[in-house]
T-cell receptor, first 111, second 116 residues
Framework: LAKTTQPISMDSYEGQEVNITCSHNNIATNDYITWYQQFPSQGPRFIIQGYKTKVTNEVASLFIPADRKSSTLSLPRVSLSDTAVYYCLVVTMEYGNKLVFGAGTILRVKS | DADVTQTPRNRITKTGKRIMLECSQTKGHDRMYWYRQDPGLGLRLIYYSFDVKDINKGEISDGYSVSRQAQAKFSLSLESAIPNQTALYFC???????????????FGPGTRLTVL
């Protein structure tokens, strides 16, 4: 099962772009990289998922290099409401598609 | 209305008491999950069910049991609660592989359980 490593915390200011990098050196061929967001006292919420190259949606972009051993979640022009914990997960079919959460990255956005 | 609901939202109980946490979903998903979250930590999987007749232990199932009463309902029980089961409990649902995003899970609002 691919373990993920991401920074414990990050600080940013409103209007800046935030990039959170995650390493997953043991990712398998059929694994997908997925990011969730969690606000205090709420359940996690799916943000974005990708397999390779770049994926973009209305919330974020996900950059995955060719070797897939790392990924970067990019949040454009963050606001105070983006303050949350961000989890990088590797979804593996070999593990029955179950999610394994690490401690995540605490993002604090300041005014 | 919320797609995944949990009851109760908050519960305080005493050591040794039996307690049940309930989860209901209107998303029509086959798969349901129970997680616990301790302060400053990520979520850990307790039990999961891929359909009504399928129940599986997760990472930390000791001290817990579950019941999948219907496709839409998945209950978590603590037979004899102990203080280190004090945590935030989340229920989640997902579709089968091949449907929609690869195992995107939809979480309920959580139940904050305190065992004294």
């Amino acid at each position: 099962l691919a373990k993920t490593t991401q920074p414990i915390s990050m600080d940013s200011y409103e209007g800046q772009e935030v990039n959170i990098t995650c390493s997953h050196n043991n990712i398998a061929t059929n694994d997908y990289i997925t990011w969730y967001q969690q606000f205090p006292s709420q359940g996690p919420r799916f943000i974005i998922q990708g397999y390779k190259t770049k994926v973009t949606n209305e919330v974020a972009s996900l950059f995955i290099p060719a070797d897939r051993k790392s990924s970067t979640l990019s949040l454009p022009r963050v606001s105070l409401s983006d303050t949350a914990v961000y989890y990088c997960l590797v979804v593996t079919m070999e593990y029955g598609n179950k999610l394994v959460f690490g401690a995540g990255t605490i993002l604090r956005v300041k005014s | 209305d919320a797609d995944v609901t949990q009851t109760p939202r908050n519960r305080i109980t005493k050591t040794g008491k039996r307690i049940m946490l309930e989860c209901s979903q209107t998303k029509g998903h086959d798969r349901m999950y129970w997680y616990r979250q301790d302060p400053g930590l990520g979520l850990r999987l307790i039990y999961y069910s891929f359909d009504v007749k399928d129940i599986n232990k997760g990472e930390i199932s000791d001290g817990y049991s579950v019941s999948r009463q219907a496709q839409a309902k998945f209950s978590l029980s603590l037979e004899s609660a102990i203080p280190n089961q004090t945590a935030l409990y989340f229920c989640a649902t997902s579709t089968r592989p091949g449907q929609g995003t690869h195992n995107e899970q939809f979480f309920g609002p959580g139940t904050r359980l305190t065992v004294l």
